[in-house]
């Protein structure tokens, strides 16, 4: 005997907003992206300091030879675990140059997996008539099992979830389609690169990344863009520029994801998405990440139908002219720029079309207007990237200190992170240093 459980209502709680759930997401894919460099960096000058010492034991202790192109080498006997430890040690290091980059990609997916079931999780929640449809069934004695109701359903939620997890990426994004009313993968230029990525990520937990006829067919249906020496029975590897374009891959598949589905569902919210929406763009534009704050830029622009107010349209409008100027694309700048008749906007947006125009003069005039207690701050001034090159016009000095009554200071006072105690690990595990003793 089963029973269909009609959800009605989820018990209220303390969930995580899709906000949150965004910026969580974006966190742990931008710790991903900045670590491997340092990582790899790291395991490089490791490897290298082993090799030295292996070739400098081999070279003073062993008999080195030659013999139709095979290096030999004759080791002492008494010297044998000696050479044996670094020779194991180097070949680790060596090895992890390959792992690493392997893991982290696999984990760069388990963050985008997690994210998305959490995003579904949150929007079940305070949308639970969105589950009255499921085809998930319950079983007489499964139900007599649960305390309540309540946690029935609780129990229907997450296997619902949890089955929409199980499939494939691009399913998964047929399911949103479908149940959300939504059109998310038409012109999703970075889709063709999900996909492979994904598939590439199956290579590596289900192959040891040798190319299947699976992963060519899949590509081949998404038009993936291939590279002709890939071939089934090839062994794909991943060169740092393929890790940091999918890094970035993640981070605009995820932040458009969540904007789409925060928008349509909660509309309401609008103010909270468009704030959210700015800031994370504005850190991607502070962190010199041109290229993806453009491609989310020019997303919000053209595809975002409506926002809380003006202010947040424009706003998004000038970030994504300063990440065009930024990236060295003056003329695209200009071009967004003019679509906009700033003069009858507040001094503010005039500011920015004065700095962007690199018109100084009457960029200081502004600066007059918006005195000391307006819509920009003294800190502004000193942090935001639209003022780059204004802070360092002789203009813009004279009316810093016209305002604020004090000369305008390049440094600015921060609190220095508490450093970390000595030898600790993650999560605070104390670790010792492997010793670099050889001689047991």
Not at 263 to 277: C, G, H, T, Y
Not at 308 to 328: D, F, M, S
Request: glycine letters at 4%; a negative charge; proline letters at 3%.
């Amino acid at each position: 005997m089963t029973t269909e459980l009609a959800v009605a209502a989820i018990p209220e709680q303390k969930e995580p907003t899709l906000g949150q759930e965004i910026d969580l997401f974006t966190k742990h894919v931008d710790a991903i992206g900045d670590v491997l460099q340092l990582l790899v960096f790291a395991l490089h000058d490791v490897a290298k300091h082993t090799q030295e010492k292996l070739t400098k034991f081999e070279t003073e202790k062993c008999e080195i030879s030659e013999i139709n192109g095979e290096r030999s080498i004759r080791v002492p006997n008494d010297s044998f675990r000696e050479w044996k430890r670094l020779a194991r040690r180097y070949e680790h290091y060596a090895l992890s140059r390959t792992l690493l980059p392997r893991s982290l990609l696999i984990s760069l997916l388990a963050q985008y997996d997690a994210y998305l079931g959490r995003l579904l999780r949150t929007i079940f929640v305070r949308k639970p008539e969105m589950l009255n449809g499921s085809d998930k069934k319950i079983s007489f004695e499964t139900l007599s099992q649960f305390a309540s109701l309540d946690a029935a359903r609780e129990h229907i939620l997450e296997k619902e979830v949890e089955a929409i997890l199980r499939s494939s990426h691009s399913d998964q994004f047929k399911w949103m389609e479908k149940s959300f009313d939504l059109t998310l993968t038409k012109d999703l230029h970075s889709w063709p690169i999900f996909v492979e990525l994904t598939e590439r990520r199956n290579l590596f937990v289900h192959t040891d990344g040798v190319v299947s006829s699976q992963y060519i067919a899949v590509c081949r249906l998404h038009k993936c863009q291939l590279d002709e020496s890939v071939k089934e029975g090839e062994r794909l590897h991943i060169p740092p520029s393929y890790f940091n374009a999918s890094n970035e891959c993640v981070y605009e598949i995820g932040v458009k994801l969540g904007h789409v589905l925060w928008r349509k569902l909660f509309p309401e919210e609008r103010a909270k998405a468009d704030s959210n929406f700015i800031r994370l763009t504005f850190e991607l534009i502070d962190n010199g990440k041109y290229d993806l704050a453009i491609r989310l830029l020019d997303f919000a622009c053209n595809d975002f139908k409506k926002f809380a107010n003006e202010a947040n349209q424009l706003t998004l409008v000038v970030n994504r002219a300063q990440a065009y100027k930024w990236k060295g694309d003056d003329e695209r700048c200009k071009k967004i720029m003019r679509a906009v008749d700033w003069t009858a906007k507040n001094d503010q947006f005039r500011l920015a079309d004065a700095v962007l125009s690199e018109d100084w003069t009457r960029a200081s005039k502004v600066m007059k207007r918006i005195g000391r207690e307006g819509s920009v701050d003294q800190f502004d001034y000193r942090d935001w990237p639209l003022f780059r090159n204004l802070r360092t016009q002789e203009s813009f000095l004279l009316a810093y200190e016209e305002i604020f009554g004090e000369a305008f200071s390049a440094k600015s006072e921060v609190k220095t992170p508490e450093p970390l105690a000595p030898e600790q690990g993650l999560e605070g595990e104390d670790v010792k240093p492997e010793s670099d003793d050889t001689s047991s």
